[in-house]
């Protein structure tokens, strides 16, 4: 059981560029969701997903689009890049909004846009 | 913006406990977590309680819950080296998969 897999781990891009951040997950998870984890300002909500064909902004959602064609994948696209979109992706998974169905967090994409 | 609020840094020394701080700002009814983020990994649940509850137990981890104050804390007894790393609060409401995240907390443990 993989639980929630990112990739890339690491990425450089230049200004201007696009790219598409993975995620997976193989627990038939409905909800899955993107995050940016900037220093000193926790985890802002990207866009999220409450199950295939699915999806909805989050916090900060400018610059980047989803999709989620099937249950499994909930990539993230940057459109272009730019240099404050440096910061660490994660993306996360939960099977129902009960109190212990906490989140199920990937091990993050470092990404540096020079 | 976060509605959940933490103080950023916490040091201690291997053995003695660790509390780390959160408020939160939800009603009556939350859920409320405690998640443990160690160098270049994701973050992985510790441990969560419902509001109607005063105190959850769990091995080394006490959670105390002050619903007057809306304050969580997380209580780390005989602190240990691998327990250095970031721990962020969370809070949800009930039937709502939306998760709002404090800044997180980072504990270095000093041997």
């Known amino acids: 059981n993989a639980g929630v897999t990112q990739t890339p781990k690491f990425q450089v891009l230049k200004t201007g560029q696009s790219m598409t951040l993975q995620c997976a997950q193989d627990?038939?998870?409905?909800?899955m969701s993107w995050y940016r984890q900037d220093p000193g300002m926790g985890l802002r909500l990207i866009h999220y997903?409450?199950?295939?064909?699915?999806?909805d902004q989050g916090e900060v959602p400018n610059g980047y689009n989803v999709s989620r064609s099937t249950t499994e994948d909930f990539p993230l696209r940057l459109l272009s890049a730019a240099p404050s979109q440096t910061s660490v992706y994660f993306c996360?998974?939960?099977?129902?909004?009960?109190?212990?169905?906490?989140?199920?967090f990937g091990s993050g994409t470092r990404l540096t846009v020079v | 913006g976060e509605d959940v609020e933490q103080s950023l840094f916490l040091s201690v020394r291997e053995g003695d406990s660790s509390v780390i701080n959160c408020t939160y700002t939800?009603?009556?009814?939350?859920?409320l977590y405690w998640y443990k983020q160690e160098p270049g990994a994701g973050l992985q649940l510790l441990t969560y309680?419902?509001?109607?509850?005063d105190m959850k137990q769990d091995q080394r981890l006490t959670v105390l819950l002050n619903k007057k104050d809306k304050h969580l804390s997380l209580r780390i007894a005989d602190t240990q080296t691998g327990d250095s790393a970031i721990y962020f609060c969370?809070?949800?409401?009930?039937?709502?998969?939306?998760?709002?995240f404090g800044a997180g907390t980072r504990l270095t443990v000093k041997p």
């Open positions: 996360a998974s939960s099977s129902g909004t009960g109190v212990g169905y906490g989140y199920t």
């Open positions: 627990m038939n998870h409905e909800y």
């Open positions: 997903s409450v199950g295939a064909g699915i999806t």
């Open positions: 939800d009603s009556s009814s939350t859920y």
């Open positions: 309680i419902f509001s109607n509850m």
């Open positions: 969370a809070e949800r409401e009930p039937n709502n998969n939306d998760m709002r």
